[in-house]
């Protein structure tokens, strides 16, 4: 059973960063999943943000590819998420998720995984 948990979230000004972290528990190999954060605002549809294949390769949708840098820590079983330049559409809920069935060439398809954290809140406001 794999788990995840996520934090960083946080409420920030427009313009500030943050740093979200995703922690994988309940596996007792080297990771070599699909691994993926989504976003989901109020009234919206879940958005993939970056999928990330087990070597460390990134896909990012074309939205974010300027300001969230997603990264995987293989030896901490972690995945995080650098967000810059905060804007007020940023405000959503961010998610971990992970594959128990796709291993490489990782989509940001919601469907793709079975694993899914709680989540954790970015609110951007003045």
């Known amino acids: 059973q794999v788990d995840l948990a996520e934090s960083g979230g946080g409420s920030v000004p427009p313009g500030g960063s943050l740093r979200l972290s995703c922690s994988v528990s309940?596996?007792?190999?080297?990771?070599?999943?699909?691994m993926a954060w989504f976003r989901q605002a109020p009234g919206k549809e879940r958005e993939g943000i970056v999928a990330?294949?087990?070597?460390?390769?990134?896909r990012y949708s074309d939205s974010a590819k300027n300001r969230f840098v997603a990264s995987k820590d293989i030896a901490k079983n972690t995945l995080s998420l650098e967000i810059m330049h905060l804007d007020p559409s940023d405000t959503a809920m961010y998610y971990c998720a992970a594959s128990s069935i796709f291993t490489n060439l990782c989509l940001r398809r919601t469907d793709n995984y079975d694993r899914w954290g709680q989540g954790t809140q970015v609110t951007v406001s003045s």
């Open positions: 309940g596996v007792s190999r080297k990771p070599e999943y699909c």
């Open positions: 990330v294949d087990p070597d460390g390769r990134t």
